[in-house]
């Protein structure tokens, strides 16, 4: 059955320092997002991407996030300059051909800043 | 906000019975999913339920919507310890993204 990948599982950085979180989504689906989830929290949502641009947004997304499609296949989160708080577990999602589909999540990566 | 919210936080139960969550939210949706996470692990889909639907089963799990009164259940039957999680609803405005409740911790006792 395909699923959601994610790489890496686990990332230590140091805080200020960028991190590139890598996801491959179902080959057919259209839609990715990126959720997060602080420890002991609720999942939440950070962006949604379709048709190579962000679909939607939510407050957390500033300007230290950011995403791509780089290729046919990985989508990307990037954190510019990692900031304590953004120590979480990151799960790419994808879904597809409709937006209104189940979402399918990855693993996740769990990111510690330092 | 437009976010799930289950009902009870934690239930425990002996193997073999049946578990049952509820979860309520707040403006109208386009569909509601449910979703596992075992500990500090990934999301696992379980079922999605559209707004047009009133109830879904798939193997051991029922999901009954209630549109009237913004809220849905899941029953699990016949629990196992493999079903020890934690158990989301999320729902799906038509926006693009899920919102997701706090989750339903359940323990199963073997």
């Known amino acids: 059955e395909p699923e959601v990948t994610q790489t890496p599982s686990h990332q230590v950085t140091q805080m200020g320092q960028e991190v590139i979180l890598r996801c491959v989504p179902i080959?057919?689906?259209?839609?990715f997002y990126w959720y997060r989830q602080i420890l002991g929290q609720k999942v939440e949502f950070l962006v949604s991407?379709?048709?190579?641009?962000?679909?939607?947004k939510s407050e957390i997304f500033d300007d230290q996030f950011s995403v791509e499609r780089p290729d046919g296949s990985n989508f990307t989160l990037k954190i510019r300059s990692t900031k304590l708080e953004d120590s979480a577990m990151y799960f790419c999602?994808?879904?597809?051909?409709?937006?209104?589909?189940?979402?399918?999540f990855g693993p996740g990566t769990r990111l510690l800043v330092l | 906000s437009q976010q799930g919210e289950e009902d009870p936080q934690a239930l425990s139960i002996q193997e073999g019975e049946n578990a049952t969550m509820n979860c309520s939210y707040k403006?109208?949706?386009?569909?509601l999913q449910w979703y596992r996470q075992n500990s500090g692990r990934g999301l696992v889909h379980l079922i999605l339920?559209?707004?047009?639907?009133r109830e879904k089963h798939s193997g051991r799990l029922r999901v009954t919507l209630d549109t009237s009164k913004k809220s849905s259940s899941l029953l699990i039957t016949a629990s196992r310890a493999a079903d020890t999680a934690s158990y989301f609803c999320?729902?799906?405005?038509?926006?693009?993204?899920?919102?997701f409740g706090a989750g339903t911790t359940v323990t199963v006792r073997a």
């Open positions: 339920i559209r707004s047009n639907e």
């Open positions: 991407f379709y048709n190579n641009e962000i679909s939607e």
């Open positions: 080959s057919n689906h259209l839609y």
């Open positions: 999320a729902t799906d405005t038509n926006d693009y993204k899920l919102s």
């Open positions: 999602a994808s879904s597809g051909p409709r937006a209104e589909e189940t979402q399918y």
């Open positions: 403006t109208s949706i386009n569909n």
